[in-house]
């Protein structure tokens, strides 16, 4: 090495050097600038703080997709399971009608269906949340049978002390005008669902459909269809029930009045309320909410399962006292030999009578997180 000329080594290795000044000057410039964007988050710590942050909310904007379709299929298998069986529906009508003579004068408005246990949710200021009982413990029958029945239905899932639990909401008690707003999709599939229901679970002539509802069932316009859910006499107690895209302008003086113990009138509308109005919020992530109450649920999956279970949904028992005398047989079909339920989502001409209903299908618009199938109409 002594004798090496420094002139002739750095010709020999000038490529070596070259790339090692290169690499040197790169790692210089980006520490520089790591440097400058530190200073200007606040130092080290803020800035590794804010990239960690960063870094976070990224992994979670891609794998949140994944778990939101996860939870999407667990509410979905839930649903499925628990609303084909009549006695979860049957669980919260007489959990619902027991709280009413257990806790009065607190108003109880909804019930959370779990596997053991049945938590109904009560309104009413100085009064408790909630009154939880065991399904083993409820009646046989629904309790005080010539009362006014509850009339329960399905909203989504809700979790309740670590239990995933079916929610169910009575629309017997409470304002006459049942408001569904919010994020459009989730709000059309969820009228749909709840239309669905309420027209496998109340006498036929009790449900009447305006136009705007379902893009396969054309009904009448607003005021035509107001006038003849008007028109309606309540059956076996229950009023009749009006599902519109929208409520009729000029409001009717009957839904803007304070309501009574029994309207003669409830309505179902997506869009917002006027009058007395319970109102139904939904959001983008397939959430429900009732403003003004602590119940929050997932109903994004509503409408599948209910495709899935319409069949097998039990009729509303009629508070009447023939209820009472059947004792034991609480789920006894007291609807009148051969009634069918409105055609809610029937396409087509109508039948001839006496002729056999044959299931027909209408798809419901696409759910917040996944696409509905086809609404099945069961055969009466």
């Known amino acids: 090495m002594r004798n090496t000329d420094p002139f002739v080594w750095f010709r020999e290795n000038s490529d070596t050097i070259y790339r090692w000044l290169g690499i040197a000057g790169a790692a210089l410039l980006l520490f520089l600038l790591l440097r400058m964007w530190a200073m200007r988050w606040g130092g080290w710590r803020a800035a590794w703080a804010r990239l960690r942050r960063e870094v976070a909310v990224t992994a979670y904007a891609f794998a949140e997709p994944l778990r939101a379709w996860t939870r999407y ?4 298998r839930l649903l499925v399971r628990r609303l084909g069986n009549p ?5 919260a009508e007489r959990a619902l009608a027991a709280a009413r003579l257990a806790i009065a004068p607190a108003r109880p408005y909804a019930a959370l269906v779990g596997i053991d246990t049945v938590t109904v949710l009560l309104a009413g200021r100085g009064e408790p949340e909630s009154w939880t009982v065991d399904r083993a413990e409820l009646p046989s029958v629904t309790p005080e049978a010539a009362d006014v029945r509850p009339i329960v239905v399905a909203v989504g899932v809700a979790e309740h002390d670590g239990e995933q639990s079916c929610a169910f909401l009575d629309l017997a008690v409470g304002p006459p005008v049942l408001s569904v707003t919010g994020e459009d999709r989730a709000s059309g599939a969820l009228v749909q669902a709840l239309a669905a229901q309420l027209d496998v679970r109340l006498p036929r002539p009790l449900v009447v ?3 705007g509802v379902h893009r396969h069932h054309a009904g009448e316009p607003v005021r035509e269809a107001y006038r003849a859910a008007r028109e309606t006499p309540p059956r076996l107690g229950i009023a009749p029930v009006l599902v519109a895209a929208e409520l009729p302008d ?3 003086p009957e839904l803007a009045a304070p309501p009574g113990d029994t309207p003669a009138l409830r309505v179902l509308v997506r869009g917002p309320g006027r009058g007395y109005v319970r109102t139904l919020l939904t959001d983008q992530y397939g959430r429900l909410a009732v403003p003004g109450t602590p119940l929050l649920v997932r109903c ?3 409408g599948r399962a209910i495709a899935r279970v319409l069949s097998g949904i039990p009729p509303v028992l009629p508070p009447a006292p023939a209820a009472e005398a059947v004792g034991g047989l609480g789920d006894v079909d007291l609807f009148e030999e051969g009634e069918e339920s409105a055609e809610v989502f029937r396409t087509g001409p109508p039948r001839p009578a006496g002729s056999a209903a044959a299931p027909v299908s209408a798809p419901l ?6 696409p509905s199938p086809a ?3 069961a055969a009466p």
């Open 87 to 91: 006695a979860t529906w049957r669980d």
């Open 300 to 302: 994004d999956a509503l």
């Open 250 to 252: 000029p409001l009717p």
């Open 375 to 377: 609404v099945k109409r």
């Open 365 to 370: 618009p696409p759910e917040t997180a996944a």
């Open 209 to 211: 459909v305006a136009e």
């Open 73 to 76: 299929r667990r509410a979905l």
